[in-house]
């Protein structure tokens, strides 16, 4: 998982910036990214792809990840998704969570950036990008930027299930399970759904 901060790391880059978005299927919601630049690589506690990982050991992972790194979060909501569409908002809410973690860092660390993405995605920030497929399970910046990014999401949709209770967004966190499915059927949409989505 530190093939890429080494490779990077020994080719003279001074930080190395892992990047990532979760948030592109659902049906409502946001789209959320991260991006994280660890301060230490030695963890005792799983660090891989969110999707692996249980709620809980993503909850564990998060408070050591935040505790042990500088991060940025950018957040792009619904009505943004549906004026333009689900890639360009992923990729403006990382450019938005690279934007906050430079912001963070001292001058002196801004220089020589290099950012490791999640997909085939290159962001136009004037650092060395490059887009790693499947990312998320092989570079570990990149892995904590996934977590970052789904505990955040997650957290934003349990504040919304209690807005609007009748969706079970708590449960499903948007996404086009049976039980949101047949929410949508008897209720219609609400203020957060995707209209430009297809089942919406």
């Known amino acids: 998982m530190l093939y890429y901060e080494k490779k990077f790391l020994q080719e003279g880059y001074r930080t190395i910036i892992g990047v990532d978005e979760v948030g592109r299927g659902p049906l409502a919601g946001p789209v959320v990214a991260s991006a994280v630049t660890l301060n230490n690589y030695n963890f005792s506690c799983r660090i891989d792809d969110s999707k692996k990982l249980s709620p809980r050991q993503r909850e564990t992972a998060f408070r050591q990840i935040i505790g042990q790194s500088v991060f940025g979060i950018g957040v792009i909501n619904e009505k943004i998704i549906d004026r333009l569409n689900i890639r360009v908002a992923s990729e403006m809410a990382m450019e938005q969570a690279v934007r906050a973690l430079l912001e963070k860092l001292r001058q002196g660390q801004r220089r020589n950036c290099c950012l490791l993405v999640d997909g085939r995605i290159t962001l136009k920030l004037g650092h060395f990008c490059l887009g ?69």
């Open 132 to 200: 790693i497929v499947r990312g998320d399970g092989k570079s570990l910046s990149i892995a904590s930027a996934s977590i970052l990014a789904k505990v955040v999401r997650d957290r934003i949709m349990s504040l919304y299930d209690k807005r609007f209770p009748k969706y079970g967004f708590l449960k499903h966190k948007g996404y086009p399970t049976q039980m949101h499915r047949r929410a949508l059927e008897k209720y219609g949409p609400c203020l957060i759904h995707r209209m430009s989505f297809s089942g919406v």
